[in-house]
């Protein structure tokens, strides 16, 4: 794809991706704040799915003793 074509093909996303940028911030998820816990892995989830939708292969990983999971995109 050429620059221009990227460009276009990302002005023409611009308020789908807005609204989803939006709804992801919606989401609490204070990593801090132990009553958050499972708003974070709502937002880790949300996020897997966005990158999976872009064409990323992806995992989500429960960290032993962690509170959080780690989410990788490749």
Same mark, same amino acid.
């Given at each position: 794809?050429?620059?221009? !074509?990227?460009?276009?093909?990302?002005? !023409?996303?611009?308020?789908?991706?807005?609204? @989803? =940028? =939006? @709804? @992801?911030?919606?989401? %609490?998820?204070?990593? *801090?704040? %132990? @009553?958050?816990?499972?708003?974070?892995?709502?937002?880790?989830?949300?996020?897997?799915?966005?990158? #999976?939708?872009? !064409?990323?292969? *992806?995992?989500? *990983?429960?960290?032993?003793? !962690?509170?959080? %999971?780690?989410?990788?995109? #490749?």
């Amino acid at each position: 794809m050429s620059l221009e !074509g990227a460009l276009e093909s990302a002005r !023409g996303a611009r308020e789908r991706d807005r609204e @989803e =940028f =939006f @709804e @992801e911030l919606r989401i %609490p998820s204070i990593s *801090t704040a %132990p @009553e958050h816990a499972a708003d974070v892995r709502r937002n880790a989830d949300w996020l897997r799915r966005r990158f #999976e939708a872009m !064409g990323f292969e *992806t995992s989500l *990983t429960d960290v032993e003793g !962690g509170r959080h %999971p780690v989410l990788e995109a #490749e």
